[in-house]
């Protein structure tokens, strides 16, 4: 969605704006030697916000982050494990999150309710936290404008890549950089934030206006994501801004709030996208476009419904264009419809048309489905002006066998 009023910036770095340092380390909590401890570091107290995963069991990190942010709403870092969620773990849990975060204060000399926590991996396991502890304090030491790439390393579980994104945006004629690093791979499913994700920015903004924006966008671009329809205990997206670009304070009645905003939601799509793509096992990105729907809100329920079903991904796996289990989805989303108006396409492939089978090269559609990096899939209902996206991807033998043995 990149457009003339920001600039795509090459290289994601979530170190690019001004103020931001980052690096990792590998403390012992992956059994290979891959990084499994990061941290994110602003070199002033930075505007802060946050979106967390729906489900009603969250993890200890998050209920820590959630105190911190309560205490002023401004963060100097965001200490980072994975190879263990410290999900469903207790008290216990909560005490170890508490000590990260008074660990991570103390080693880089920051008050404690600056520090944020965020953990992902396995489910109701005891951090060892002797480990985690000898981390921390060795992070500093590996902390620099460069450690970007070991920082993303860190939060990585079954992801195959690194996932980042940055832009660049002029306010009031001074430079802005938003940048973002995320990881998700799999437990990724619509209702924030699916993922564990960081957004940093050297824009001049406060609190309150960047959670309100962060709200906003997440509902368009993370909460637009499935690749299997389970929603995370440990879900979390964190925002930061330095303040450091020089720019006089942003809200939405400032002259370059739309040009900053759409830069920002660049980013977050950006990252959203690469997490459908990298979904586990998945050999395809899928984009499910609905338009002309009663409202926004069913559109965007359609579209997740569509995106989020296994027969709908297995089929697209299989390189089979069945329409019928895209009109079934469309039919069960909770959203009244027209039923007897709805056109489907399948990449350039028209499949419905006024809600009844048009002739189409199947042979064609299916060769399109075997060779597409990216699928995409048009509905229009042809029933209102409500409107909306949502990325997933195919659903795989490789997804069983990677989740068959998660814990082994």
């Not at 959203?272 to 609905?290: F, P, Q």
Request: hydrophobic share 45%.
């Amino acid at each position: 969605m990149a457009n003339a009023s920001f600039e795509v910036l090459e290289e994601g770095q979530v170190t690019a704006p001004k103020g931001f340092r980052a690096g990792g380390l590998h403390c012992g909590l992956k059994k290979t030697e891959r990084h499994d401890l990061g941290v994110i570091l602003c070199e002033v107290p930075a505007s802060a916000a946050a979106v967390y995963t729906t489900n009603l069991f969250q993890a200890a990190p998050l209920k820590i982050t959630r105190e911190s942010l309560a205490q002023g709403g401004t963060l100097r870092a965001v200490v980072v494990n994975s190879g263990n969620a410290n999900a469903c773990t207790g008290q216990q849990g909560e005490e170890d999150a508490r000590k990260m975060r008074s660990a991570m204060a103390a080693a880089l000399g920051v008050s404690e309710h600056e520090v944020a926590v965020g953990s992902t991996g396995v489910i109701g396991e005891l951090l060892p936290m002797e480990k985690v502890l000898n981390g921390i304090e060795r992070l500093p030491a590996v902390i620099s404008p460069n450690g970007s790439d070991d920082f993303c390393q860190a939060i990585l579980t079954t992801d195959l890549v690194k996932k980042t994104a940055s832009s660049k945006v002029l306010v009031d004629g001074k430079e802005v950089i938003i940048s973002g690093a995320a990881k998700g791979s799999g437990m990724i499913h619509p209702n924030m934030a699916t993922m564990l994700g960081f957004m940093t920015t050297d824009a001049q903004i406060e609190s309150s206006v960047l959670q309100s924006l962060l709200r906003e966008v997440t509902n368009v671009t993370f909460n637009m994501i499935t690749v299997d329809g389970d929603t995370s205990t440990n879900d979390m997206l964190v925002a930061m801004a330095s303040g450091l670009a020089g720019n006089n304070p942003l809200t939405p009645q400032h002259p370059d709030w739309q040009a900053f905003a759409d830069a920002f939601r660049y980013v977050a799509e950006v990252l959203a996208k690469a997490i459908a793509r990298d979904g586990e096992g998945a050999t395809k990105l899928v984009e499910v476009r609905v338009t002309g729907a009663p409202t926004t809100d069913g559109a965007r329920a359609i579209a997740k419904t569509i995106m989020g079903s296994s027969l709908v991904k297995t089929a697209l796996f299989g390189a089979d264009a069945n329409w019928g289990r895209i009109i079934a989805c469309v039919g069960r989303a909770g959203v009244q419809v027209s039923t007897e108006k709805v056109d489907i396409a399948v990449g350039d492939f028209k499949v419905l048309e006024q809600s009844a089978p048009v002739p189409f090269d199947d042979d064609a559609a299916c060769e399109y489905l075997k060779v597409a990096d990216l699928v995409h899939i048009q509905v229009d209902l042809n029933d209102g002006p409500g409107s909306a996206v949502a990325w997933g991807c195919d659903l795989t033998y490789e997804y069983v066998r990677i989740n068959a043995a998660y814990r082994t």
